[in-house]
């Protein structure tokens, strides 16, 4: 029996880790900066505080895009 | 006059903490890296706290630039940091995987240790930050 391909795929897959590495993040980045504007929206004297702890929020989840993106590094 | 909040200070201090221990992680992986490899472990074991020492400091930096604007320019300060942030590591590592003078698990364990040492000072800083809820 003949195999046809009828469709075919090259590269490496290491892209997908990159993106999988900057999707996640990237969402929970997006998420915590929108609330803090939501909020800061609703209680503009809160803002100080609300900006402090948005930016320790985003300081943990980039973390993870930052360790993410470095993997080449031990499993290439 | 200019009055610097407490946040403002806050964050100063952070980015001063957060470079002290990067350098004393730098050292500490330098040394590592010259015994787990000579030739390539300190080169690696310096760019790869440098690199975590740059992109931590970006958010910060973002953060600090983006409170002096609008809520839509405090949003595009934030998020454009973030997304520039992540094309830029991508396009260093890049060009790093294939870098002969790359020891890879010396730069990656730098970097990993280095970003869990400066979530730490982070945390701690915010924990014991006294931030008014109202600043005049």
Redesign the interface.
Known sequence: MDITNIAELSGNIAVVG?GLA?IGP?IG??LV??KT?EA??RQP?????L??????G???T??L???G??????F? | MTTTSSADQLFIKVLAQGSLLIGLIATVGSVVGYFVDSEKGVPSALIGASLALVFTSLTLASVLIGRRLSLAGFFGAVMGGWLVKLIGFAFVVGFLARAEFINGPVLFFTLVAAILGSLAIDTIAVLSARIPVVEG
């Open positions: 990159y900057a990237g980045v997006g900066v929108s504007i800061t929206a004297e809160l803002a100080s505080k900006q402090v702890t948005m930016w320790l985003i300081a943990f980039e973390a895009a930052l360790i993106l470095a993997t080449p590094f031990i290439a």
